[in-house]
């Protein structure tokens, strides 16, 4: 599968929750992957919602969150509008406030890893938050409860 989220925005997200510290190439690829999955894996329940309410499209309430302004999300929603559609059925349309929400959660969701990440990287007293870190709070996740 390849990633369709740009690494830049993702790195954005890193930064600032990293603080000082730098931010590997590799963490930012390997956090746009799981943004990715979890995107995905977003649509599919929300999907499922609105097949349920009868409808065949995705709007902002199946992703559980208000949109907001597009303006304020750093994430770009045109690469979340694909994301979206990776793993969903092709009779079913993301509205544009379904795009904004589900972009909404997804960088909610990457700040959460982000932060947990540049913990990580200061506990293994690095000055460099690497992709080992965002794939060690996946392992320690389970254990925490995950948005």
């Known amino acids: ?8 925005p993702v790195d954005t997200v ?5 603080g000082n510290l730098r931010v590997s190439a590799g963490a930012a690829e390997e956090l746009a992957r799981r943004i990715q999955e979890r ?15 009868g409808r065949k499209t995705l709007m902002a309430q199946d992703f559980g969150v208000e949109p907001g302004d597009k303006d304020e999300l750093e994430l770009p929603i045109a690469p979340v509008d694909r994301i ?7 009779r079913y349309r993301v509205s544009m406030d379904a795009r904004v929400a589900l972009a909404r959660r997804l960088e909610s969701y990457a700040d959460t890893v982000a932060s947990a990440a540049a913990i990580l ?6 000055r460099t938050v690497k992709a080992e870190d965002v794939e060690t709070y996946f392992e320690l996740a389970p254990y925490y409860e995950q948005e």
């Open 84 to 90: 979206a559609r990776l793993d969903i059925d092709d």
């Open 39 to 53: 995107g995905a894996a977003l649509a599919v329940e929300a999907a499922e919602r609105a097949t349920a309410e």
């Open 121 to 126: 990287a200061h506990h293994a007293d690095r």
């Open 14 to 18: 890193i930064r600032r929750n990293a």
């Open 1 to 8: 599968m390849s990633v369709e989220l740009p690494f830049a």
